[in-house]
């Protein structure tokens, strides 16, 4: 190895440690903290000296000249609480709340945001676009407040609050404004928003009662349950989230519906007749909860693809199977299709294919057209679909047998009305006790009324 480092004297003969220390000299001392980042931020006392918040960084920054340009990221960066700087080395760290408890640490310094007083250049931003609280009466402002969800238009550069509450009542469906005053930001929301969050630089104002009293509620239309059958309104029945659109002063189901149908995306609909409400439901609904005084019908349909062909090249299929009671009409029952066929002119002859098919449990058939669905138990709950007519293989042809076991143990469907009752239809668990031997249905829904934590029946009527 050349000894080739200058003053040779620096070389330590026979040595084995480190080298020598070597101390920087004044003028390279200057350098280092004039390069540093100056704490310009006012008052001082807010700076926390020989502080280290570990974990919780969101990103660091580099180069940065002065600590104000470090807090002013940290502004503009949704989420972040804190900066940890390093001033010798101009590093910024920004943090989210997610950082451990403060730890002494020499050389690092740190700032939380919430004790930040707004610096001149902020004050006179903010002077620009800081929202008047003009309405009356000022209690009608809440501090703090934000509701999420349920937005239906967002404004920028709004100057008053008053201008911000008569963009709402200009909208039927706005009931209430978030507004962030020092951003000049306005908020409609409708009656999907969420509850109450505390949010810091956040009002609102509530425009319309949004939980009537008993008064109001019985002023609501009241709706008409129109839809035939009866039997595919699911009753007690909700579904959370997927809303698209709400709808006030609906007097039909049916008008429901239609609005549904008409709207891209909607799979289902939710209803509470008493207020005459319409709430439209895309996919990303939940699974049902059961709520009292609420009402819901399944839009999705099972269209073959072939329903664009001009219908003139269809066969009308003649309803031939006896006894005629059997047919299901304006009923159709999504899913579980395992064949499709075309050119039917006789219903007998989709049943015989069914028949001919182990898996297969029920027909539906669009006579207009001469269309044969061959279903198997995977189809889902009946839907009202005019047009279509439907058939379950166990009731059209029994063998005698069947129909002598029928005759010893059929449950009569006694109740009233009738369309409380839903056909084809199970509710597994939760079972409390299992009855045999009832000849009337409204047997069994005697003796779940007289069992306090009954809720529901399930009856096998050929069974009793």
């Known amino acids: 190895m050349d000894l080739d480092i200058s003053p040779i004297d620096r070389i330590e003969e026979d040595s084995d440690y480190a080298l020598k220390k070597v101390t920087p000299s004044k003028k390279k001392d200057t350098k280092d903290n004039?390069?540093?980042?100056?704490?310009?931020?006012?008052?001082?006392?807010?700076?926390?000296?020989?502080?280290?918040?570990?974990?919780?960084?969101?990103?660091?920054?580099?180069?940065?000249?002065?600590?104000?340009?470090?807090?002013?990221?940290?502004?503009?960066?949704?989420?972040?609480?804190?900066?940890?700087?390093?001033?010798?080395?101009?590093?910024?760290?920004?943090?989210?709340?997610?950082?451990?408890?403060?730890?002494?640490r020499s050389g690092f310094i740190s700032v939380a945001m919430k004790e930040l007083a707004p610096s001149k250049e902020d004050n006179e931003k903010n002077d620009d676009v800081e929202m008047k609280l003009d309405i009356s009466p000022p209690n009608r402002v809440e501090r703090a407040s934000n509701y999420p969800n349920g937005t239906i238009s967002f404004q920028k550069g709004v100057s008053k609050l008053s201008e911000c509450v008569k963009a709402c009542e200009s909208k039927k469906e706005c009931v209430r404004v978030v507004a962030v005053p020092n951003k000049g930001w306005c908020i409609l929301k409708n009656r999907m928003h969420r509850k109450r969050l505390s949010k810091p630089g956040f009002i609102s104002v509530a425009l319309k009662e949004?939980?009537?009293?008993?008064?109001?509620?019985?002023?609501?239309?009241?709706?008409?349950?129109?839809?035939?059958?009866?039997?595919?309104?699911?009753?007690?029945?909700?579904?959370?989230?997927?809303?698209?659109?709400?709808?006030?002063g609906i007097t039909k189901l049916s008008n429901c519906v239609q609005k549904c149908q008409n709207q891209k995306g909607c799979v289902r609909v939710v209803a509470i007749p008493k207020k005459g409400w319409c709430l439209l439901k895309n996919k990303l609904h939940r699974k049902v909860v059961e709520k009292t005084g609420f009402v819901s019908v399944d839009l999705?349909?099972?269209?073959?693809?072939?329903?664009?062909?001009?219908?003139?090249?269809?066969?009308?299929?003649?309803?031939?199977?006896?006894?005629?009671?059997?047919?299901?009409?304006?009923?159709?029952?999504?899913?579980?299709?395992?064949?499709?066929?075309?050119?039917?002119?006789?219903?007998?002859?989709?049943?015989?294919?069914?028949?001919?098919?182990?898996?297969?449990?029920?027909?539906?058939?669009?006579?207009?057209?001469?269309?044969?669905?061959?279903?198997?138990?995977?189809?889902?709950?009946?839907?009202?679909?005019?047009?279509?007519?439907?058939?379950?293989?166990?009731?059209?042809?029994?063998?005698?047998?069947?129909?002598?076991?029928?005759?010893?143990?059929?449950?009569?469907?006694?109740?009233?009305?009738?369309?409380?009752?839903?056909?084809?239809?199970?509710?597994?668990?939760?079972?409390?006790s299992i009855e045999k031997g009832i000849g009337e249905l409204s047997t069994c829904v005697k003796m779940c009324q007289q069992q306090k934590e009954c809720v529901r029946i399930v009856a096998v009527p050929n069974k009793g």
């Open 300 to 432: 999705k349909d099972e269209i073959p693809p072939e329903e664009e062909e001009p219908e003139d090249n269809y066969v009308k299929m003649k309803l031939d199977i006896s006894p005629l009671k059997r047919i299901e009409r304006a009923s159709n029952y999504p899913n579980g299709t395992i064949s499709f066929e075309k050119g039917i002119d006789k219903l007998s002859e989709c049943v015989k294919m069914c028949q001919s098919k182990k898996d297969c449990v029920r027909v539906v058939a669009i006579p207009s057209k001469g269309w044969c669905l061959l279903k198997n138990k995977m189809h889902r709950k009946l839907q009202s679909k005019p047009g279509f007519l439907s058939v379950a293989l166990r009731e059209v042809i029994p063998t005698r047998k069947e129909d002598e076991k029928e005759q010893d143990v059929h449950m009569k469907l006694d109740v009233s009305p009738s369309d409380r009752v839903e056909r084809a239809s199970n509710y597994p668990n939760g079972t409390i």
């Open 34 to 104: 004039a390069g540093a980042m100056k704490l310009d931020i006012s008052p001082l006392n807010m700076i926390e000296q020989d502080t280290n918040y570990p974990e919780g960084s969101m990103s660091m920054e580099i180069n940065i000249d002065k600590l104000s340009d470090c807090v002013k990221i940290c502004q503009n960066k949704n989420g972040c609480l804190r900066v940890v700087a390093i001033p010798k080395k101009r590093l910024c760290l920004l943090k989210h709340k997610g950082h451990k408890e403060k730890v002494k």
């Open 210 to 248: 949004e939980n009537p009293s008993k008064k109001e509620e019985n002023n609501d239309v009241q709706m008409e349950l129109d839809l035939s059958p009866p039997n595919i309104i699911e009753r007690a029945s909700n579904y959370p989230n997927g809303t698209i659109s709400f709808e006030k």
